[in-house]
């Protein structure tokens, strides 16, 4: 029989129950889910560190990040951690370019823009590189780095002793942090990244390596939309993303497949891994603005202006229509039967494909409409074009100089991703002992990588050549 008494201690209880769920529920979201956005008062540091919404579901701890290249130097390509993988690490700074850490709970390391879409560029091997940002990465691993992560989490000394040893050597951290880390972020962390793999990239061993500066597009249709495997090959060259203003009314990606430069902004973030979720609008339109002006860098090494001179008529009458700002074709698509490049790209994103994204955030104000399929690639404009080598949407042709040689003249294999310039030919030292070393053998022959096609200026006599790429130099 409940007396007034035994009820009053029932509730008393309760309330201490209660209290102490709030308090636990409380003390987990701050420990584990409470963002706290790193704010840059400069765009060029905010495209450079600043968040996309990636960490929340899919960011890796901090402290764990930092430790995985100490425990496994031998799943890196070479030395020096995550800069094996290509990244451009300046110095002084807590992660390299295109790396965030952002607290959600506890600090989380993401991915943003500036990982793909920064290059690095020396003018000697002992040079310390320069970094222009907005340009295509020529020496970043997005495969390398994710790769890494699987090959770490696979392995048996991914455990909460190893990873803890390392990490209080350089940091001490506190016991109620320590408890969490060793009981739930370490083992969480680890189910999370096989998870990732086996959810997100099981697609990927079936398709050619893709190589520093260049990806895949399956994870649009695979790892954001979750479309079923169709076994195509979206291999495909980081494109540059700076003076968008100028390139208003261009269709958008090297086939063309949006036609606003919003919803290839904000679709990139959810390839990089931000969710309906987590994705940040604000910070996204930041990025955009910014990317509106940003002009495409100059070319920094001498120019001959009389060769370049000539040139420029040469381009006028063969280029000019496809390639200059105002051209009838510039900014548009050219079908693939008519330039002639590899097509895996364009095949690889099919109008089913394009209508379910269209659909895929209905209801988010967000939301896409302008995707679409094509049947080529898009004639882009030429700015900056002397720091977007390998050329062509597959990045198979190493220079300028070799794309104006027909195809059996352009290099079947050469080596992508060392960053020291060749000022002769116009691109990337592709070739010899430093770049066989440090680079990565892009082989023609592989399917999705074919140098073939877009012969324009392919018969050109030898000096009008010589003069189109010092005219290409200046653009
Ligand atoms: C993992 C590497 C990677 C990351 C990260 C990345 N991009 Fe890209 N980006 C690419 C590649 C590769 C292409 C070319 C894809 C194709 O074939 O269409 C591209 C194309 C683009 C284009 C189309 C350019 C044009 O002129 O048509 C835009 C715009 C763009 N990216 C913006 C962004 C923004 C903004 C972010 C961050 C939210 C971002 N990208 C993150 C690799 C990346
Ligand atoms: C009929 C239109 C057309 C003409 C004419 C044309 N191009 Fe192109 N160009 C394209 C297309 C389309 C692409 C993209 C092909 C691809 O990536 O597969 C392209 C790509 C390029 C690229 C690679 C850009 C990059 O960022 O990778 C360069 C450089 C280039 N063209 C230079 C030239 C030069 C120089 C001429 C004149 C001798 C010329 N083009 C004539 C349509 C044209």
Redesign the pocket.
């Known amino acids: 029989m409940s007396t007034p008494q035994t009820r009053s201690r029932r509730l008393r209880i309760l309330l201490v129950v209660l209290l102490l769920a709030a308090g636990a529920g409380f003390f987990t979201w701050w420990k584990l889910f409470r963002r706290v956005p790193t704010y840059y008062a400069s765009p060029e540091e905010h495209f450079k560190y600043g968040s996309?919404g990636v960490e929340a579901p899919a960011g890796i701890p901090y402290w764990i990040w930092l430790v995985l290249p100490r425990i496994f130097p031998d799943k890196l390509p070479g030395p020096g951690g995550y800069i094996a993988l290509g990244a451009s690490w300046e110095m002084g700074r807590e992660v390299p370019i295109?790396f965030t850490k952002e607290i959600v709970g506890i600090p989380r390391v993401g991915?943003?823009?500036a990982?793909?879409?920064t290059a690095s560029v020396r003018t000697t091997p002992a040079d310390a590189p320069k970094f222009y940002l907005g340009a295509p990465s020529s020496r970043f691993q997005?495969q390398g780095y994710v790769r890494f992560l699987f090959a770490c989490a696979h392995d048996p000394r991914f455990n909460s002793a190893t990873i803890m040893r390392e990490i209080l050597a350089i940091y001490k951290m506190s016991w109620v942090d320590r408890f969490l880390y060793r009981y739930l972020i370490i083992p969480f962390t680890k189910r999370q990244i096989l998870q990732t793999e086996t959810r997100d990239y099981y697609w990927m061993p079936e398709r050619p390596d893709w190589g520093p500066g260049?990806?895949d597009?399956n994870p649009f249709q695979r790892q954001v939309m979750r479309l079923p495997d169709d076994h195509t090959i979206g291999s495909?060259?980081?494109?540059?993303?700076w003076n968008?203003r100028a390139?208003e009314g261009?269709?958008?990606?090297?086939?063309g497949?949006n036609t606003t430069?919003v919803e290839?902004?904000r679709s990139?973030?959810l390839?990089?891994g931000a969710t309906k979720s987590s994705i940040d609008i604000p910070s996204?339109d930041r990025?955009?603005a910014w990317?509106m002006d940003l002009p495409a860098p100059k070319y920094p090494y001498a120019i001959d202006a009389a060769l370049a001179a000539r040139g420029r008529a040469v381009f006028d009458s063969q280029c000019a229509a496809c390639h200059a700002f105002g051209g009838a074709r510039t900014g548009k698509v050219v079908p693939v039967s008519e330039v002639g490049t590899d097509r895996h790209?364009v095949d690889h994103w099919p109008q089913s494909s394009a209508d379910a994204f269209n659909h895929w955030a209905d209801g988010y104000p967000w939301a896409f409409h302008h995707f679409r399929s094509s049947n080529g690639y898009?004639a882009?404009a030429l700015d900056g074009v002397w720091l977007r080598a390998p050329y062509l949407?597959n990045g198979s042709v190493p220079s300028l100089t070799d794309l104006l040689e027909p195809q059996e003249k352009r290099p079947k294999v050469f080596y992508r991703g060392y960053d020291v310039y060749d000022q002769e030919h116009a691109g990337f030292v592709s070739s010899g002992a430093e770049a066989e070393r440090t680079g990565f053998r892009y082989d023609t022959a592989v399917p999705g990588n074919s140098n073939q096609g877009h012969l324009y200026g392919t018969d050109l006599p030898a000096a009008d050549k010589r003069a189109l790429v010092e005219y290409m130099k200046t653009l």
């Not at 261009?250 to 086939?255: E, K, L, Q, T």
């Open positions: 996309i295109g991915v943003n823009c990982s793909c879409h997005a260049r990806t597009m495909t060259d980081v494109m540059a993303i968008e390139h261009f269709f958008h990606h090297s086939d497949l430069l290839s902004v990139a973030a390839a990089a996204l990025v955009q990317l790209r898009v882009l949407h």
